[in-house]
């Protein structure tokens, strides 16, 4: 709104003073420039003849547009108005303010984005077991992963403050059970996305299992750049951190379109 606002009072910068009144004759319209100015010689107007159609199309651009701003400002004055004072998390203190006692009896309609995510976390599953003599990767939560690669993916989740939880089963119709590399949430939107790495394009066989599970995927209605964010490497290429950092930041950025 306040980008329209701007735009239209630059619009009404170029454009001449005054306003359109416009009457008929018969089924005709008749247009009439009116003027504090000339209001003395033309009390209606001083008539728009059609070769001079283009002042009555830019005196009507005017009318129209001074309503609009009218009508953004009044808006915008009301919405400052309700921003002072509304207060989003308001709601979440109804809870926070009981005693742990009273807390354990009750179940929140709510919950707050802190309070959320720590449930999400707090989720208890079995992912995936390591093969006896795989090296052992650890990321800087402790958790141990499969590659230097996904410890990177991590390690740059948590600090761009990213809930993940690390190969957590999913289940998908006509296969079974998977386990993506990542689980992600957006915490605003409260949604989750999926987050696959695949670490060695460059092997025939991987590439092809690789392409087999983003299908599978796709069959299950879960798409890369919807709800499947996918990063990649090959011997020669390695994961692209700064590329990665991107791809997070406009899916925080977009509001999780990814899981729309």
């Keep these: 709104m306040e980008a329209l606002l701007v735009q239209v009072e630059r619009d009404l910068q170029n454009v001449p003073e005054g306003h359109l009144r416009i009457a008929h004759k018969g089924n005709v319209p008749q247009f009439y420039y009116c003027t504090r100015e000339s209001r003395a010689q033309y009390p209606s107007g001083r008539y728009i003849s059609k070769e001079n159609r283009d002042l009555a199309e830019r005196l009507a651009q005017r009318d129209y547009n001074l309503q609009v701003q009218r009508v953004l400002k009044e808006q915008l004055h009301l919405l400052a108005t309700l921003q002072d004072k509304f207060d989003s998390k308001k709601i979440f203190s109804c809870y926070d303010q ?4 009273r807390k354990k009896l009750v179940t929140p309609c709510v919950l707050s984005d802190e309070d959320y995510v720590q449930a999400w976390m707090d989720v208890t599953y079995e992912g995936k077991t390591f093969a006896e003599g795989a090296p052992e990767i650890y990321t800087e939560r402790g958790e141990r992963v499969r590659s230097k690669s996904e410890k990177i993916i991590a390690d740059k989740l948590n600090l761009l403050g990213v809930p993940y939880r690390y190969e957590y089963p999913l289940y998908l119709k006509g296969y079974g059970t998977v386990y993506p590399d990542f689980t992600i949430l957006h915490i ?4 989750e996305c999926y987050l696959e790495h695949l670490g ?9 299992k690789a392409l087999r599970k983003i299908e599978l995927y796709e069959h299950n209605g879960i798409f890369p750049g919807k709800q499947l964010l996918l990063t990649h490497e090959t011997s020669a290429y390695p994961l692209n951190t700064k590329i990665f950092e991107k791809l997070i930041l406009d899916w925080l950025n977009t509001g999780s379109s990814a899981n729309s």
């Design 188 to 191: 605003r939107t409260r949604q």
């Design 98 to 101: 009981l005693s742990d006692a």
């Design 200 to 208: 060695m394009m460059d092997n025939q066989e991987y590439c092809n």
